[in-house]
């Protein structure tokens, strides 16, 4: 990429652009290239400054883009926001699969692993977890550290992931015995986590289709598995409250 920065770094607007961010000057409109062009503007500007919030006109624009800046630079540079989706009728179930990749992201923006965040105008009009709320409620568990593994299941679960007896997709955790299973929601494979007593002897990622063990790990971070989160005995109080407050014929059916 030394080639991209050196040719733009001998463009007037390019170093225009390089001093409007150092002005904290935001956002900044930046027209008149391809495609192809934006990725190369934005793998070079990212070894300048990090990170960058990319806003496109729709999804697909995103994922291109995203696409052609993380091929250039051969590294997970570049991270889509995506919208979630919205579902306003009844229906048998929903993708969280958006959710997660939201989720994903902003894990990777607070831990400094994304450079460039590319979002289209609809996600970013949808409100999201909050920073303070995601750092407070992301788990780094390392190896040799010492968990209580029920306190732990009721945190996961508490973070909106969901229990079973395997895990095959993001936002699952399983725990058989001293090992426990969990697929983070910002990683491509789930991490085993297994037990000595209440010490994490050992992190590895592992397969969940052959259940090969992969690479071994000395931590692992596991954010939320969802946007919206609560304490359930204060929503509870707060729900009898409201009711007690109530002034009708139903207000104890309420």
């Known amino acids: 990429m030394r080639f991209f920065q050196e040719t733009f770094a001998k463009l007037a607007a390019y170093r225009g652009l390089l001093q409007a961010h150092k002005d904290r000057v935001s956002p900044i409109s930046f027209t008149g290239v391809s495609q192809i062009h934006k990725a190369h503007l934005l793998a070079a500007l990212c070894a300048e400054t990090t990170p960058i919030l990319v806003v496109?006109?729709?999804?697909?624009?995103?994922?291109?883009?995203?696409?052609?800046?993380?091929?250039?630079?051969?590294?997970?540079?570049?991270?889509?926001?995506?919208?979630?989706?919205?579902?306003?009728?009844?229906?048998?179930?929903?993708?969280?699969?958006?959710?997660?990749?939201?989720l994903g992201t902003l894990t990777a923006l607070q831990s400094g692993t994304c450079k460039i965040v590319v979002s289209s105008v609809e996600a970013l009009l949808q409100p999201t977890i909050a920073p303070q709320i995601l750092r407070e409620h992301t788990l780094r568990l390392c190896r040799n550290a010492t968990v209580d593994l029920h306190q732990l299941a009721k945190r996961l679960i508490d973070c909106g992931y969901v229990r079973g007896e395997s895990v095959s997709g993001p936002g699952q955790f399983s725990?058989?015995?001293?090992?426990?299973?969990?697929?983070?929601?910002?990683?491509?494979?789930?991490?085993?986590?297994?037990?000595?007593?209440?010490?994490?002897?050992?992190?590895?990622?592992?397969?969940?289709?052959?259940?090969?063990?992969?690479?071994?790990?000395?931590?692992?971070?596991?954010?939320?598995?969802?946007?919206?989160?609560?304490?359930?005995?204060?929503?509870?109080?707060?729900?009898?409250?409201?009711?007690?407050?109530?002034?009708?014929?139903?207000?104890?059916?309420?």
């Open 56 to 102: 496109t006109a729709d999804e697909a624009e995103a994922r291109r883009l995203c696409d052609d800046i993380n091929g250039m630079l051969d590294e997970t540079a570049a991270w889509m926001f995506p919208a979630k989706e919205v579902v306003l009728t009844p229906v048998e179930g929903i993708t969280t699969a958006y959710e997660h990749t939201r």
């Open 175 to 254: 725990v058989r015995g001293d090992i426990l299973d969990v697929f983070p929601v910002q990683m491509q494979m789930p991490v085993r986590m297994e037990f000595w007593d209440d010490t994490i002897d050992i992190i590895v990622q592992f397969d969940p289709d052959s259940q090969r063990r992969t690479d071994p790990l000395e931590e692992v971070l596991i954010p939320p598995a969802k946007e919206m989160l609560c304490d359930f005995g204060v929503l509870a109080q707060k729900i009898r409250n409201l009711g007690k407050s109530l002034r009708s014929r139903h207000a104890d059916l309420a």
